[in-house]
C-alpha cells in the first residue's frame, strides 16, 4: 500500500521543495495539498470539525503552484489536491492546469474534487450553494472533454460549455485520476460513479459500512469494479487502522502532517517512517 501524506502548507510552514525532497528520500508514496482562495472574515459557516478555524485555512498555498514545485525536485513521488475547490474555478484553465501538471509530472498527478463547506468563501466566486455538486459535475465533465485525444465538445446545464477544441498538453498517457473528497452517502456515492475514478474518505472512518453501498452504486452505473480506487484521506495512522485499510482493498493511503514549520514536520515523518 502506498503510504501518502497531506500538509495545510502555508507562508509559515516547510516549504514544498523541503518537504517534496524529505517524503521521496524517507520512502514515501506521495503528496496531497487542500485548497482555500481566502477565508471572508464575517464568516457564518461552522467550522465542521467544530470550534475554531484553525489559522492554516487562511494561509495555504496555491496546491498548483505548490505541487508544481514539489514535482520540479522529484522523480517518482506522486502528488494530489486535496481537494480542489471545482465550483471556484473556471473549468476550461483547470483543465489546462491539470493537464500541465500532470504532464511535466509524467503522470504522478491525482486530481483530488471537492464540493466545499464555506459558503462565504464561495460565494465571493459566484457559487450558487444549493447547485454546487450539479456545477461540480459538469465543470469535471468539461475538463474530461477537453482531456480527450479528439477534440470533444461539452455543453453542460449550468452554463458551462466548451467547444469542440485542440487543446494540450495532454494528461500523461492518456489518462489523470479524479477523486471526489466527502462524507460518504448516496449523494456523493452517485458523483463518484457518475464522474470520479473513485473516493477520498476523509479521516478514512466507517468504510466498513460504507463500501458496500458505494461499490454498488458504481456498478449499478455499469462501472469496472477493479477500477474503483478507495484512498483514506488526512488518516491518523496505526497499525491495526493500516491493516484495516490493506483488508479492505485500499492500495493507497493519506496519512496527516501538522501544519508546521520544517523541525516539527521532519519528526512527523520520521515516526511515520515504521507504517511505509
Known amino acids: 500500500m502506498r503510504i501518502s501524506t497531506t500538509i495545510f502548507l502555508t507562508d509559515e510552514t516547510i516549504t514544498p521543495l523541503r518537504l517534496a525532497r524529505a517524503l521521496e528520500e524517507r520512502g514515501f508514496g506521495g503528496l496531497y495539498l487542500p485548497e482555500h ?72 498527478f491525482t486530481l483530488g474534487v471537492g464540493f466545499g463547506w464555506n459558503r462565504e468563501e464561495a460565494a465571493d466566486h459566484g457559487v450558487d ?23 470533444t465538445a461539452y455543453e453542460g446545464k449550468h452554463g458551462d460549455s466548451v467547444r469542440a477544441s485542440e487543446a494540450w498538453p495532454k494528461p500523461a498517457g492518456g489518462a489523470l485520476r479524479v477523486l471526489v473528497g466527502g462524507a460518504g452517502g448516496p449523494k456523493l456515492f452517485a458523483a463518484t460513479a457518475d464522474w470520479a475514478d473513485g473516493w477520498l474518505p476523509i479521516g478514512g472512518g466507517g468504510l466498513t459500512e460504507a463500501l458496500p453501498a458505494l461499490r454498488e452504486t ?59
Open 129 to 151: 450553494w444549493a447547485a454546487r455538486r450539479d456545477l461540480v459535475a459538469d465543470r469535471v465533465h468539461l475538463m474530461r472533454a477537453l482531456w480527450a485525444p479528439e477534440p
Open 37 to 108: 482562495t481566502h477565508i471572508p472574515v464575517e464568516r457564518t459557516t461552522p467550522y465542521p470539525m467544530g470550534g475554531e478555524l484553525p489559522r492554516e485555512y487562511a494561509r495555504t498555498l496555491d496546491p498548483f503552484v505548490a505541487l508544481a514545485q514539489a514535482a520540479a525536485v522529484t522523480e517518482r513521488l506522486h502528488l494530489g489536491t486535496g481537494v480542489t475547490l471545482v465550483a471556484q474555478h473556471d473549468p476550461i484553465a483547470l483543465a489546462k492546469q491539470a493537464a500541465t501538471l500532470h504532464h511535466l509530472s509524467g503522470g504522478r
Open 218 to 276: 458504481w456498478e449499478r452505473a455499469g462501472r469496472d469494479p477493479e477500477a474503483l480506487h478507495i484512498v483514506p484521506y488526512a488518516v491518523q495512522p496505526t497499525p491495526g487502522k493500516l491493516a484495516h485499510y490493506t483488508d479492505l482493498g485500499c492500495e493507497e493511503v493519506v496519512l496527516q502532517l501538522p501544519s508546521a514549520p520544517e523541525a516539527e514536520v521532519l519528526s512527523t515523518l520520521d515516526a511515520y517512517a515504521p507504517f511505509i
